[in-house]
């Protein structure tokens, strides 16, 4: 099961697990349109259907379930993509807003995840993926909510690991950087700004690529970055002060302010 399939990422990851033979439940928002996305599939010679849900919503959340086991029966992977993201001053964010990004981005990923686990426990197999970012990680300017939730997704994948190993289920997560589709593609187009030069930007290809090494192999966790970050992140860890005078350095900050920079013009016209 893929949540926010009709994203740019979650069409990308669609298309890629064809390739795998997965019968696919594609989730979206309620109003997305999943019918092309599910056509190319079936055309490719795959198997989806679509369903929508509010994953802020717990009733809708445990209907979803209901739904695609009853239509594909259980459950043996769970991609949890969905996500949202608001570059803004933190305290100028609505309270909605901030409520929003923690129900998709980490609640919703947390119930769905308990949910599944006792059909995958009693099938001794079983796999969740979480979609994280590398600002789980670092923390960038402007990006609270949506950095908090994603360094969750970190530790939670780390528990479950730690909770089930040996049981045939497991969890991975993935971290991509700048990606060239969603929800980067369209800070790009907002602010005219791209990804700072010292961390690059990915094809979207790749974090499908990612998701199924994961699955395959086994793999914690996965950064998807053209530049190496692992170094960055171990500075941070050994020296907190020094990483971040070189996180600030890399430009990630500066990018997101441009961004609420542009979203302030746009708003004064
Ligand atoms: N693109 C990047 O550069 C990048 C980098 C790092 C991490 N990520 C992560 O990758 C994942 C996919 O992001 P993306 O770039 O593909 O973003 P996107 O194009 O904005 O897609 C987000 C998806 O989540 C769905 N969604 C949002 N709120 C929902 C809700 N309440 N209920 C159900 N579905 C909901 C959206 O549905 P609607 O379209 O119908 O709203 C959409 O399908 C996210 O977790 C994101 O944090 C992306």
Known sequence: MLTGASGGLGTFMARAFVNYKFKQALVAHPGANLEELRKVIEDRGGEAISITCDLRDAAQRKQLLKDVRKQLGPIDILVNNAGVEFTSVYHELSEENIYGTLRVNLEAPMILSRLVLPEMLERKRGHIVNISSLAGRSGPAFQEPYAATKAGLIAFTSSLRATYR????????????????????????????????????????????????????????????????????????????????????????????????????????
Request: with cysteine.
């Open 166 to 269: 040996g049981s045939g289920v497991s969890a991975s997560v993935i971290l991509p950087g700048f990606v060239e589709a969603g929800i980067y593609a369209k800070l790009k187009a907002k602010s005219g700004c791209s990804a700072p030069a010292l961390i690059g930007t990915s094809p979207p290809e790749a974090v499908p690529r990612a998701v199924i090494r994961a699955i395959e192999k086994d793999l914690p966790e996965i950064i998807v970055n053209p530049i190496p970050v692992r170094p960055l992140f171990a500075m941070i860890a050994l020296f907190p002060s020094l990483g971040e005078w070189m996180s600030n350095k890399i430009g990630a900050n500066e990018f997101f302010h441009k961004v609420i920079e542009a979203q302030k013009r746009e708003e004064r016209q």
